[in-house]
Protein backbone atom coordinates (compact mmCIF):
# COMPACT_ATOMS: atom_id res chain seq x y z
CA UNK A 1 0.00 0.00 0.00
CA UNK A 2 1.60 3.31 -1.00
CA UNK A 3 1.42 6.11 2.03
CA UNK A 4 1.27 9.61 0.86
CA UNK A 5 3.96 11.26 2.47
CA UNK A 6 3.36 14.84 0.93
CA UNK A 7 -0.45 14.79 2.35
CA UNK A 8 0.52 16.23 5.54
CA UNK A 9 2.66 19.43 3.84
CA UNK A 10 -0.26 19.36 1.33
CA UNK A 11 -2.88 19.92 4.08
CA UNK A 12 -0.89 22.56 5.90
CA UNK A 13 0.16 24.34 2.37
CA UNK A 14 -3.97 24.28 2.09
CA UNK A 15 -4.62 25.59 5.98
CA UNK A 16 -2.15 28.06 5.68
CA UNK A 17 -3.53 29.53 1.78
CA UNK A 18 -6.99 29.20 3.67
CA UNK A 19 -5.77 31.32 6.73
CA UNK A 20 -4.16 34.20 3.98
CA UNK A 21 -7.30 34.38 2.16
CA UNK A 22 -9.04 34.99 5.84
CA UNK A 23 -7.06 37.76 6.62
CA UNK A 24 -6.85 39.18 3.36
CA UNK A 25 -10.88 39.23 3.26
CA UNK A 26 -10.81 40.72 7.17
CA UNK A 27 -8.62 43.15 5.59
CA UNK A 28 -10.75 44.02 2.39
CA UNK A 29 -13.84 43.90 5.00
CA UNK A 30 -12.24 46.48 7.18
CA UNK A 31 -11.27 48.91 3.99
CA UNK A 32 -14.63 48.82 3.19
CA UNK A 33 -16.16 50.06 6.58
CA UNK A 34 -13.30 52.37 7.07
CA UNK A 35 -15.08 53.98 3.53
CA UNK A 36 -18.19 53.60 4.22
CA UNK A 37 -18.41 54.72 7.84
CA UNK A 38 -14.85 56.45 8.29
CA UNK A 39 -11.91 54.99 10.71
CA UNK A 40 -13.88 55.18 13.98
CA UNK A 41 -17.05 53.30 12.40
CA UNK A 42 -14.61 50.14 12.06
CA UNK A 43 -15.76 47.57 14.65
CA UNK A 44 -14.80 43.36 14.77
CA UNK A 45 -18.21 43.41 14.78
CA UNK A 46 -18.87 45.47 11.79
CA UNK A 47 -16.12 43.46 10.08
CA UNK A 48 -17.42 40.23 10.88
CA UNK A 49 -20.98 40.78 9.52
CA UNK A 50 -19.60 41.99 6.68
CA UNK A 51 -17.95 38.88 5.90
CA UNK A 52 -20.78 36.66 7.20
CA UNK A 53 -18.73 35.63 10.51
CA UNK A 54 -19.09 35.51 14.67
CA UNK A 55 -16.41 38.57 16.11
CA UNK A 56 -14.71 35.44 17.69
CA UNK A 57 -13.80 34.25 14.25
CA UNK A 58 -12.10 37.87 14.08
CA UNK A 59 -10.05 36.75 16.54
CA UNK A 60 -8.96 33.33 15.33
CA UNK A 61 -6.70 35.87 12.60
CA UNK A 62 -6.10 39.15 14.51
CA UNK A 63 -5.91 39.74 18.13
CA UNK A 64 -7.44 43.28 17.42
CA UNK A 65 -7.75 46.70 15.71
CA UNK A 66 -4.79 47.37 15.93
CA UNK A 67 -3.67 44.00 14.07
CA UNK A 68 -6.29 44.82 11.76
CA UNK A 69 -4.96 47.92 10.24
CA UNK A 70 -1.79 46.40 10.29
CA UNK A 71 -3.29 44.09 7.22
CA UNK A 72 -4.93 47.18 5.94
CA UNK A 73 -1.73 48.51 5.76
CA UNK A 74 -0.37 45.57 4.07
CA UNK A 75 -2.51 45.24 1.78
CA UNK A 76 -2.63 48.97 0.79
CA UNK A 77 0.99 48.35 0.03
CA UNK A 78 0.71 44.98 -1.42
CA UNK A 79 -2.11 46.78 -4.26
CA UNK A 80 0.21 50.11 -4.91
CA UNK A 81 3.31 47.45 -5.83
CA UNK A 82 0.76 44.99 -7.80
CA UNK A 83 -0.10 48.11 -9.90
CA UNK A 84 3.44 48.45 -10.87
CA UNK A 85 4.30 45.18 -11.51
CA UNK A 86 1.07 44.95 -14.02
CA UNK A 87 2.80 48.07 -15.87
CA UNK A 88 6.33 46.91 -16.03
CA UNK A 89 4.94 43.74 -17.75
CA UNK A 90 2.70 45.53 -20.18
CA UNK A 91 4.70 48.37 -21.14
CA UNK A 92 8.54 49.30 -22.13
CA UNK A 93 8.21 52.57 -22.96
CA UNK A 94 8.93 54.31 -19.00
CA UNK A 95 6.85 57.20 -19.75
CA UNK A 96 4.13 54.63 -20.98
CA UNK A 97 4.39 52.91 -17.52
CA UNK A 98 4.15 55.64 -15.44
CA UNK A 99 1.47 57.10 -16.91
CA UNK A 100 -0.58 53.63 -16.61
CA UNK A 101 0.81 53.52 -12.92
CA UNK A 102 -0.98 56.82 -12.62
CA UNK A 103 -4.21 55.66 -14.52
CA UNK A 104 -4.35 52.65 -12.70
CA UNK A 105 -3.40 54.43 -9.12
CA UNK A 106 -6.99 56.38 -9.78
CA UNK A 107 -8.70 53.63 -10.29
CA UNK A 108 -7.48 52.10 -7.29
CA UNK A 109 -8.62 54.73 -5.42
CA UNK A 110 -11.90 54.58 -6.52
CA UNK A 111 -12.70 51.22 -6.44
CA UNK A 112 -11.45 51.19 -2.81
CA UNK A 113 -12.86 54.24 -1.36
CA UNK A 114 -11.28 53.36 2.25
CA UNK A 115 -7.65 54.25 1.16
CA UNK A 116 -7.83 58.04 0.65
CA UNK A 117 -10.63 57.74 3.89
CA UNK A 118 -8.15 56.00 6.17
CA UNK A 119 -4.74 57.80 4.76
CA UNK A 120 -6.62 60.93 5.51
CA UNK A 121 -7.47 60.02 9.00
CA UNK A 122 -5.00 58.10 10.73
CA UNK A 123 -3.05 61.47 12.50
CA UNK A 124 -5.17 62.00 15.48
CA UNK A 125 -7.39 59.31 14.95
CA UNK A 126 -5.78 56.86 18.02
CA UNK A 127 -4.00 55.13 15.29
CA UNK A 128 -0.83 53.21 16.96
CA UNK A 129 2.47 55.00 15.94
CA UNK A 130 3.75 51.75 14.24
CA UNK A 131 0.80 51.63 12.36
CA UNK A 132 1.30 54.85 11.06
CA UNK A 133 4.91 53.99 10.80
CA UNK A 134 3.54 50.96 8.22
CA UNK A 135 1.58 53.01 6.29
CA UNK A 136 4.69 55.13 5.26
CA UNK A 137 6.72 52.16 5.00
CA UNK A 138 4.17 51.40 2.04
CA UNK A 139 4.17 54.46 0.48
CA UNK A 140 7.96 54.73 0.50
CA UNK A 141 8.25 51.34 -0.90
CA UNK A 142 5.63 53.11 -3.92
CA UNK A 143 7.87 55.89 -4.33
CA UNK A 144 11.00 53.59 -4.20
CA UNK A 145 9.40 51.46 -7.24
CA UNK A 146 8.48 54.84 -9.34
CA UNK A 147 11.39 56.19 -8.67
CA UNK A 148 13.23 53.01 -10.37
CA UNK A 149 11.32 53.10 -13.52
CA UNK A 150 12.47 56.90 -13.64
CA UNK A 151 15.99 56.37 -13.54
CA UNK A 152 15.71 53.46 -15.93
CA UNK A 153 14.08 55.79 -18.34
CA UNK A 154 16.81 58.84 -17.53
CA UNK A 155 19.37 55.93 -18.50
CA UNK A 156 17.58 54.72 -21.62
CA UNK A 157 17.64 58.24 -22.46
CA UNK A 158 13.58 58.03 -22.36
CA UNK A 159 13.72 60.86 -19.48
CA UNK A 160 15.60 64.39 -18.58
CA UNK A 161 18.43 62.65 -16.63
CA UNK A 162 18.80 66.69 -15.49
CA UNK A 163 16.20 66.13 -12.74
CA UNK A 164 16.43 63.92 -9.81
CA UNK A 165 15.05 60.75 -10.10
CA UNK A 166 13.77 60.71 -6.19
CA UNK A 167 12.09 64.43 -7.02
CA UNK A 168 10.65 63.38 -10.07
CA UNK A 169 8.53 60.47 -7.77
CA UNK A 170 7.60 62.66 -5.23
CA UNK A 171 6.15 64.88 -8.06
CA UNK A 172 4.64 62.30 -9.61
CA UNK A 173 2.65 61.00 -6.25
CA UNK A 174 1.47 64.74 -6.11
CA UNK A 175 -0.76 64.59 -9.75
CA UNK A 176 -2.61 62.12 -7.37
CA UNK A 177 -3.32 63.77 -3.69
CA UNK A 178 -4.74 66.61 -4.52
CA UNK A 179 -6.98 65.43 -6.90
CA UNK A 180 -7.46 62.40 -4.52
CA UNK A 181 -8.26 65.17 -1.39
CA UNK A 182 -10.57 66.46 -3.34
CA UNK A 183 -12.62 63.91 -4.83
CA UNK A 184 -12.66 62.39 -1.27
CA UNK A 185 -14.14 66.07 0.56
CA UNK A 186 -16.12 66.07 -2.78
CA UNK A 187 -18.12 62.69 -1.72
CA UNK A 188 -17.09 61.69 -5.67
CA UNK A 189 -17.98 64.70 -7.22
CA UNK A 190 -14.73 65.83 -8.00
CA UNK A 191 -13.43 64.28 -11.61
CA UNK A 192 -10.43 62.80 -10.43
CA UNK A 193 -9.47 60.98 -13.66
CA UNK A 194 -9.96 64.55 -15.74
CA UNK A 195 -7.62 66.28 -13.28
CA UNK A 196 -4.42 64.02 -12.93
CA UNK A 197 -4.92 63.53 -16.87
CA UNK A 198 -4.72 67.55 -17.12
CA UNK A 199 -1.61 67.31 -14.17
CA UNK A 200 -0.56 64.01 -16.37
CA UNK A 201 -0.04 66.25 -19.55
CA UNK A 202 2.37 69.31 -17.65
CA UNK A 203 4.24 66.67 -15.60
CA UNK A 204 5.23 64.75 -18.73
CA UNK A 205 6.77 67.80 -20.26
CA UNK A 206 8.85 67.70 -17.06
CA UNK A 207 10.32 64.00 -18.09
CA UNK A 208 10.96 65.21 -21.79
CA UNK A 209 14.51 65.16 -22.30
CA UNK A 210 15.82 68.66 -23.65
CA UNK A 211 16.50 68.50 -27.37
CA UNK A 212 20.71 67.75 -28.23
CA UNK A 213 22.48 70.82 -29.14
CA UNK A 214 23.10 71.48 -32.70
CA UNK A 215 26.74 70.66 -33.62
Aim: glycine share 8%.
Amino acid sequence: MDVNHNSPKKNQNAQRLATEVRREQIALAALHLIGTKGLEGMSIAGIAREIGLVPSAIYRHFKGKNEILDAVNDLIRDRLLGLVASVLKEKNDPVAQLHTLLQRHVALVKTHIGIPRYVFSVEGSGVSKDNNQRLYGAVQAYLAKVTHIIRQGQASGHINTEMDAATLAFMFLGLLQPAIFLHHLSGGLFDIEEQTERAWTIFSCTLTPPPSPLP
